[in-house]
Structures are given as C-alpha cells and as structure tokens.
C-alpha cells in the first residue's frame, strides 16, 4: 500500500507546518504590549494548533496502516 505511506507522509507534512505556523506566530506575539489582544489571538491558535496535532496524528497512523498493510 504505498499509496497509504506517500499519503500519510503529506498528511502528516501538513500537520507539521501548521504546528511551524503556530510556533512562529506565538512567538511574535510576545513582543506585542497589549495583553488582551495577545489573549484573544491565542485562544484561536489553540485552535489551530490542535488542529495541527490531529491532522498530523493522523497521518502518522496512515503511515503505520500502509507499512502494515
């Protein structure tokens, strides 16, 4: 099944750029002064971010199905 793999592995790759994305932007949003405006743009990065973790999860358990399979 390596159609699973390479479908898993871009799965999983679109996972780890949004996480990328959302490291980056909580980091530049350090540097900003006002705190409320920095509390509502990381509660939607919460969001995002475990977003990211899932899609990447589950390209992960494609991978794993296509190299059992």
């Given amino acids: ?5 390479i ?3 871009l799965t999983t790759l679109i996972g780890l ?7 980056r932007t909580a980091n530049a ?6 705190r409320d405006a920095v509390r509502r743009k990381l509660n939607g990065l ?3 971010n475990m977003a990211s ?6 390209g992960l358990a494609f991978v794993v199905v296509g ?3």
């Fill in 1 to 5: 099944m390596t159609w699973l793999v």
């Fill in 7 to 9: 479908l898993g592995t």
């Fill in 17 to 23: 750029i949004g996480l990328a994305h959302c490291i």
């Fill in 29 to 34: 949003l350090r540097k900003e002064p006002d």
């Fill in 46 to 48: 919460v969001a995002l």
């Fill in 53 to 58: 973790v899932g899609v990447a999860g589950l």
């Fill in 67 to 69: 190299l059992i399979l």
